[in-house]
């Protein structure tokens, strides 16, 4: 197996996201620390890749439960790509799980902001509810998880929201 994704790695040309491949195979197989030293590399090896191996490395921690510690990765992806709608939605997810109200705030309003720019989004509809209703607005969550089984039927977790 290791000799079989040796070869990937050693062929750039051929697999440019070999790392990427090679860590999320990790990943599936439960080997997190070797998934991570993939995503590390591939983050250390800059370019235009490297917000995905950022990423990964945010639902590696998150994955963990240990999601509040990609925050800093997530700011430093906004920076340089602010309009990455994936990155956004998760950091705003993280900031809802904050045990402080300020940030449980930031989280309504970066949703409410995706949501805007976002409408037919179901994840996004839904993300923004859970927020909603974090802050004590359950009426104005219940309109969001209604919108999200509007534009997803079977989206189970608005339905039982």
């Known amino acids: 197996m290791a000799a079989t994704l040796q070869r990937l790695l050693d062929a750039p040309r051929e697999f440019p996201d070999a790392r990427l ?3 999320d195979f990790y990943l599936a197989i439960g080997q997190p620390d070797q998934a991570r030293r993939y995503y590390k590399q591939g983050v250390q090896s800059g370019g235009a890749g ?3 191996y950022q990423k ?3 639902m590696l921690l998150v994955s963990e439960r240990r999601g509040s510690q990609g ?3 997530l700011d430093r992806i906004l920076q ?3 309009d990455d709608v994936p990155a956004r939605a998760i950091r705003a997810s993280l900031l809802l ?3 402080k ?3 449980r705030e930031r989280a309504v309003k970066e949703f409410e902001d995706l949501v805007a720019k976002n409408p037919a989004d179901a994840d996004i509809q839904y993300g923004f ?3 909603l209703g974090a802050t004590g607005k359950p009426d104005l969550a219940r309109r969001q998880f209604v919108e999200a089984i509007r534009l997803r039927p079977g989206a189970a977790p608005a339905r039982l929201a």
Request: hydrophobic share 40%; glycine share 8%.
């Open 80 to 82: 340089s790509k602010p």
């Open 56 to 58: 990964r490395l945010v």
């Open 21 to 23: 491949q090679v860590g």
């Open 71 to 73: 925050l800093p990765i």
């Open 129 to 131: 509810g859970k927020a």
């Open 97 to 99: 799980e904050s045990p």
């Open 50 to 52: 490297a917000i995905d």
């Open 101 to 103: 109200a300020a940030d």
